[in-house]
């Protein structure tokens, strides 16, 4: 203990000006976690979504429309191989094949209600979802090369 005077003064100041920048610091983490949570929510059903789309096109990554008849029953033809489900999903690009190329991306509706909360594709979020299949450059790949997009809108603060 040192016995000038105003020493304990200046470390009571100092312990002070310690304490508010942890404070300030801590108040800071806890604001941006507290705004921050709903979009990483979002941003994680987003990604849930499109791991669910892309595993989905994986069925028809071997189909053969010209001499295999497809899984939907009662059709016949290139156009059974689609994603379309009756009543369920609808593609953009209308009743052809899911891993036909683009662009244009195949835009799906009806999609994201099987693979998220209804809310996620209403106002304010207004999710979309869409893939866009293209050629492999790879010849060494078995099937072409698929990119699956998820669009919202993240309301203002």
Do not use: C
Request: net charge neutral; charged share 20%.
């Amino acid at each position: 203990m040192n016995k000038q005077r105003g020493f304990t003064l200046l470390e009571l100041l100092i312990a002070i000006l310690v304490i508010a920048a942890m404070s300030s610091g801590l108040y800071t983490v806890v604001l941006s976690v507290r705004k921050g949570g709903g979009r990483a929510d979002r941003r994680f059903m987003a990604g849930a979504a499109a791991r669910s789309l892309h595993d989905a096109l994986r069925n028809y990554v071997s189909a053969d429309p010209t001499t295999d008849m497809g899984p939907n029953k009662n059709r016949s033809g290139a156009q059974t191989w689609n994603i379309h489900t009756p009543g369920l999903i609808a593609d953009s690009m209308g009743d052809v094949y899911a891993l036909a190329p683009g662009p244009p991306a195949h835009q799906l509706t009806g999609f994201l209600e099987t693979v998220a909360p209804p809310w996620f594709k209403d106002p304010p979020y207004n999710a979309t979802i869409k893939y866009l299949v293209t050629p492999s450059a790879n010849p060494a790949l078995l099937g072409p090369e698929v990119s699956v997009d998820v669009d919202w809108d993240e309301p203002k603060p």
